[in-house]
DNA sequence: CCGGAGATTAGACAAAGTCCAGATTGCCCA
DNA sequence: TGGGCAATCTGGACTTTGTCTAATCTCCGG
């Protein structure tokens, strides 16, 4: 897969987004690094060169991103929300003492025994972390 | 179990923790309602009849109970971080639109799968967060 | 009674995120 | 070409959660 700024047109677009050019350098932020960002680094990616993007418009983004399904969120840390642009099934190894937050496929993962849900209740999703650190 | 601020006394110790007047009036708060608390909550419950105790002490009593072991962090909402008595090992079920927060006990539940981890690494813990919402 | 370690406090501060009213943009249609 | 309109973007004020600090308080052993 390509994540040029040119791809991310069409990506916008098959998520019903309106491809602005604000919008085009927020995913290409996220899609060419496919690393997990806070929308503090959203911010300093995309205003690298010169301020570009205002913070109202990378946390409304991040949100219309979350809404359209094309981000997930990742609450592992209290301080602050990571956006992950790898939205396929899957769970999340996190570092406590770095920081580091990285992948681990659902397909690899059995999880059984959950109970059943209250009458009208469903499921949005299930997250699964693994808290890990360094042995001292 | 009798939660009274008499045997609060007694757990606080137990854990090496000295226990004195705010320190007990806030593990009361905690283990009396056997509920998810945030920092703010524990301490309007504190501070119900007249101020009794200060913001930072609040913050700091939390820190220090979580170091010991006697309460567990919660982290499912991105805007304020739950504390939880109850430390036996269990999962939660968060209902997005109310914000409540239930216990899964852990033995009824199977993981398996779960990749092996970098050299040096130990786990902390596992959280696995069920969020569900309200059919529409 | 005194000294000191540990505990508590008020309030200033920091950081993430929200909100709003005004400015800009892009696009349709005359 | 030139409005006009809806969607988008913006700076900056604001809110909330949580941290920090320096001063004060408490309590216990000698």
Redesign the interface.
């Known amino acids: 897969m390509d994540y040029t700024r040119d791809n991310m047109a069409g990506l916008l677009r098959s998520h019903d987004i309106n491809p602005t050019h604000q919008r085009i350098e927020i995913a290409h932020a996220l899609f060419s690094r496919q690393e997990h960002l806070s929308a503090d680094q959203v911010m300093a990616f995309v205003n690298t060169r010169h301020s570009e993007t205002s913070k109202a418009t990378v946390y409304n983004t991040l949100k219309l991103f979350l809404d359209k399904g094309l981000v997930r ?1 990742v ?4 301080s ?2 990571f956006y992950d642009p790898n939205t396929s099934p899957h769970h999340h ?1 996190y ?2 003492d770095s920081g580091k937050l990285s992948d ?1 496929d659902a397909r ?8 059943q ?2 009458d ?16 001292h």
């Open positions: 969120e609450i592992v840390d209290p602050k929300v190894l570092e406590v681990i690899s993962v059995q999880i059984s025994g959950l109970p849900l209250p009208g209740m469903v499921t949005e999703g299930i997250d699964l972390i693994v808290r890990v650190r360094r042995q």
